[in-house]
């Protein structure tokens, strides 16, 4: 068996739903939605499902969805993308597998950030890559110089990194972007931008790809997500961008791991980027309520919450909450004395964890977050 794979357990976002659901208890823990997501796409995905072709499409993705990708990101996000640019995947993690597969050899360095994806440094490190991880610690969460030059040297090939961040909730500032693009250029080393949480943003936030930063175009992977972006996670939809060098490499990747992407689905995709911008605001304010109303309620239960300016997840500080127990030990707790399943963050860590937080998914309908809070009375 293979040593990386032969030493992994079920992941913890696994763990904790199977107890969930064994249990009765309420899942504030993985991080899906509980409702149907858009009536308009799931009315296009069944529509292209029996009248559309069920053969295999496109390796690289359907030129319809191809283009959407490319003319979504120029009205949101301001980016010069041609569709030839874009490489269609079955869910971000595939396109995670494809763009670490395709770029890194044997001795490698690729810098990440703790909190960390529970996928990537698996992948990583069975590409032959070295991890050469930059924690980052509560409240703020921030990439600072010092940090970045504890990590980079002469075999530094790629710089992997989420924002906005799960699970803190965080998105990069202006510096923390012109810090990174500073450091690929000076390292020559090539991004992966894990975006999947761009439209899932608060408080008026724009996001801002790496990618747009100077002399990154041609350097950075930028990786999006359908499932996030209209609330249908299981549909396992993704892509790629990237200049013509790299999408390329790309795509050869790709055609070895999934080849290709149910074609109704990538029909519902590109009609979904096209939909009005006033879609993506009302979808952003609904999170923003469920938010605001879990966040509300755990105040008024004593509770410490951080900041969160993006993605489905509000954590809590255990430490400043007068809460003993260190994150995992308290999501234990929680799970089988009070009947709400969270996520430790330490999870997140593969050095070096934060022991004193645990993340909360509000994705989910009122009547859902009010049966968790007044479970969540009872304190330790």
Not at 146 to 173: D, F, Q
Not at 242 to 251: E, G, R
Not at 258 to 284: C, H, I, S
């Amino acid at each position: 068996m293979n040593p990386v794979y032969a030493a992994l357990g079920t992941t913890i976002f696994e763990a904790m739903s199977a107890r969930a659901r064994a249990t009765g208890a309420i899942n504030l823990g993985q991080g899906f939605p509980d409702g149907r997501g858009p009536e308009d796409v799931l009315a296009e995905a069944a529509r292209a499902l029996l009248e559309d072709s069920n053969q295999y499409p496109p390796m690289a993705g359907t030129p319809a969805l191809r283009q959407a990708v490319a003319d979504h990101y120029r009205v949101h996000q301001g980016l010069d993308l041609d569709a030839s640019e874009v490489i269609v995947t079955s869910g971000a993690t595939e396109a995670l597998a494809a763009a670490i597969f395709a770029l890194v050899s044997p001795g490698d360095e690729v810098v990440m950030f703790q909190p960390l994806y529970d996928a990537y440094l698996p992948l990583v490190q069975r590409a032959g890559g070295v991890a050469k991880l930059v924690r980052l610690e509560p409240p703020e969460w921030r990439i600072t110089a010092t940090a970045l030059g504890a990590v980079g040297s002469e075999r530094t090939r790629l710089v992997l990194l989420n924002s906005p961040l799960n699970p803190t909730g965080t998105m990069m500032g202006a510096d923390e972007l012109a810090l990174l693009a500073d450091f690929c250029i000076t390292h020559d080393a090539i991004a992966i931008c894990d975006e999947v949480w761009e439209h899932v943003v608060f408080d008026g936030r724009q996001h801002r790809s790496l990618m747009a930063q100077p002399g990154m175009r041609d350097r950075t992977i930028k990786i999006g997500s359908a499932g996030k972006i209209f609330s249908l996670t299981g549909w396992k939809v993704g892509w790629m961008c990237a200049a013509p060098a790299i999408s390329s490499v790309l795509a050869k990747a790709h055609q070895f791991l999934t080849f290709t992407t149910p074609p109704n689905l990538q029909a519902a995709a590109a009609f979904g980027l096209g939909k009005d911008v006033t879609y993506f605001e009302d979808m952003r304010a609904g999170y923003q309520r469920s938010r605001d109303r879990l966040a509300a309620g755990l105040s008024g239960l004593g509770y410490s919450v951080l900041p969160s300016a993006a993605t489905y997840f509000l954590n809590i500080d255990l430490a400043a909450s007068g809460i003993g127990m260190d994150d995992t030990t308290f999501a234990q707790w929680l799970l089988e004395e009070v009947g709400v399943a969270t996520i430790p963050v330490s999870a997140f860590y593969a050095e070096e964890p934060v022991k004193s937080v645990v993340r909360l998914c509000f994705a989910k309908q009122d009547a859902t977050l009010d049966a968790a809070l007044e479970r969540m009375i009872r304190r330790p």
